[in-house]
């Protein structure tokens, strides 16, 4: 399901996203939270509006953060927030796969702009 959110909005809680990091159990199937460590081999790739973001504000100063308990936290600036709809991909880069990769969908609102405008 995604995450609505105020379209431009500047900085804050409304531009954090917070989502697990989770390991496959390879015995059981099961999925478990796990601490994976930053490292080069983290990729994280926006999309604004079905647009691949490769320059400018749009596709740099995101910070991806990783917090204890399995988790992490991506902030986004003001210029990635002005699409109707953000996707966010954060991928495992490493070659035995620490975590499962996964992905953040954001839909903008509260602007003429945005993909719920009213």
Same mark, same amino acid.
């Given at each position: 399901m995604p995450d609505l959110r105020v379209y431009g909005s500047t900085t804050g809680e409304m531009n954090n996203f917070y989502f697990p990091?989770?390991?496959? &159990?390879?015995? #059981? =199937? &099961?999925?478990q939270t796990s601490d994976p460590s930053p490292s080069s081999s983290t990729d994280l790739i926006l999309y604004l509006d079905g647009v691949a /973001?490769? =320059? =400018?504000a749009a596709a740099s100063n995101a910070t991806l953060s990783f917090l204890t308990g399995g988790y992490g936290k991506l902030a986004l600036v003001t210029a990635q927030m002005q699409a109707e709809i953000?996707?966010?991909?954060?991928? &495992? /880069? #490493?070659?035995?796969?620490?975590?499962? &990769? #996964?992905?953040i969908i954001i839909h903008t609102g509260g602007h003429a702009s945005a993909l719920h405008s009213g």
């Open positions: 990091f989770l390991d496959p &159990d390879s015995s #059981t =199937g &099961d999925y /973001a490769t =320059g =400018g953000i996707v966010a991909m954060i991928v &495992d /880069a #490493t070659a035995t796969k620490e975590w499962v &990769d #996964t992905s």
